[in-house]
């Protein structure tokens, strides 16, 4: 699968749309993005899982072309190929895992290290699911000294706390399936929305200080708190701003073409912000309706504050709000809104900021993805940027094929059992 090239590339299958994004590590390790894809989802996705196989190919098959088009076709020497994954069959446990150190000076290496993550990893995975990402949470010797690295110190038990991400087997066989008949036949690195996100917009201090990012899409919203550069949360809600729209047109007896389009072209917020009193809307071509802005408002109100609350329960449940030292970032699609950041704050009381994709403007405005819609496809190419450049280090350092061949098959485990890399990936 990993090749001698510093092209990789970004597939992300989402409800509303279907994205293929394309980059080359040049020489002075910088990233530069050279193709981009997108086509509508044109509903064959439903809260992150493919229910139209036929129709999620043809627009698959749509952006793969836009994007090896705009590269000059470069997609077919891609090193990695890496594609985000979300829906109702995630399932996010914090696992223990722990060694006795027996040696003379009761002294911690990378062995030993390796040793407790593999054990954490190896717990809890129901037959049907797939462990597709996995990140330390946090160090404890002891019983009761917690550390962010522990090599080179000394205890008598290591226990690793880590963070699992799994995934019912068949959905990502579906969508194996799907790149297949699509012409892409290496096996992609699988990585978690959630995570991908944090890749794309978060700042080295948000992780290290702790924050909770949230990225609201159309189908699904996916949540992730990171502390002392471990995860230590995270999760998904099939809610999204495609249900926003379904409520608006259950409510006010309106389209639910109309309503989207409401939401997508900002004409709710624009009116918000005016402080206007109504909204018409043109039913038929002799017949306008005014609805009151307030039931807008009202019915957006209650699904954003439903939504937020639950996430805030979950999060108490968890006991990590205390972890939450810079607040919250939001994303995705919903961030675009600007009620949204608004009643994120009255619910959760702390500061929060909009996310958008980190990078040299160049990069992004090249490929016209630097709004918060694109974070999660950027961070996953972050996400196998990352990933290409401990492949090609190891490479030169001409570590033995049987570790390479690790490599390949835990790359979407952050690599955990392969050496020590749990905080030089900074995830």
Request: charged content about 20%; some cysteine.
């Amino acid at each position: 699968m990993f090749q001698q090239h510093n092209i990789i590339t970004a597939i992300e299958i989402g409800t509303s749309k279907i994205c293929v994004l394309i980059g080359e590590i040049s020489s002075d390790e910088k990233l530069v993005v050279i193709g981009f894809g997108e086509s509508s989802s044109n509903n064959s996705v439903m809260k992150g899982e493919i229910i139209d196989m036929d129709t999620a190919r043809e627009q698959l098959s749509k952006a793969v072309s836009q994007a090896d088009n705009s590269s000059n076709r470069m997609m077919n020497d891609s090193s990695i190929i890496a594609i985000s994954i979300t829906g109702t069959s995630i399932f996010s446990y914090q696992e223990t895992g722990t060694v006795f150190i027996n040696n003379d000076e009761h002294r911690i290496d990378d062995k030993l290290v390796a040793a407790a993550i593999q054990n954490a990893q190896l717990n809890n995975i129901p037959n049907g699911r797939q462990l597709i990402n996995s990140s330390d949470s946090y160090f404890e010797l002891d019983g009761h000294r917690r550390v962010r690295n522990p090599i080179d110190m000394s205890a008598h038990k290591l226990e690793v706390c880590i963070h699992t991400v799994q995934c019912e087997t068949s959905q990502i066989d579906n969508f194996y399936s799907l790149l297949h008949d699509v012409g892409i036949d290496d096996e992609p690195v699988t990585v978690f929305s959630g995570i991908a996100s944090a890749y794309g917009v978060l700042t080295e201090q948000e992780k290290e200080s702790g924050v909770l990012l949230l990225d609201m899409g159309a189908g699904t919203c996916e949540y992730i708190v990171i502390f002392n550069m471990g995860i230590l949360a995270s999760g998904v809600l099939p809610i999204g701003f495609e249900h926003l729209a379904n409520d608006l047109s259950l409510g006010l007896d309106l389209p639910i073409s109309e309503c989207r389009k409401l939401l997508e072209d900002n004409t709710i917020a624009k009116y918000i912000q005016q402080t206007k009193a109504f909204i018409e809307i043109k039913t038929s071509p002799s017949n306008i309706r005014e609805i009151p802005l307030s039931s807008f408002e009202t019915i957006i109100d209650l699904r954003l504050r439903e939504t937020f609350q639950i996430i805030h329960e979950k999060l108490i449940t968890q006991n990590v709000l205390q972890t939450l030292n810079l607040g919250a970032v939001l994303t995705g699609g919903g961030a675009l809104f600007p009620h949204t950041s608004v009643l994120f704050s009255e619910v959760f009381e702390f500061p929060v900021r909009i996310g958008q994709p980190l990078a040299t403007s160049e990069t992004i405005n090249a490929a016209g993805i630097e709004t918060p819609r694109y974070s999660t496809l950027w961070g996953i190419l972050k996400f196998a940027e990352e990933l290409n450049q401990i492949i090609n280090s190891k490479q030169k350092n001409s570590l033995p094929r049987k570790i390479l061949d690790t490599v390949d098959n835990a790359a979407t485990h952050f690599l955990h059992s392969v050496v020590n890399i749990f905080k030089s990936l900074k995830l």
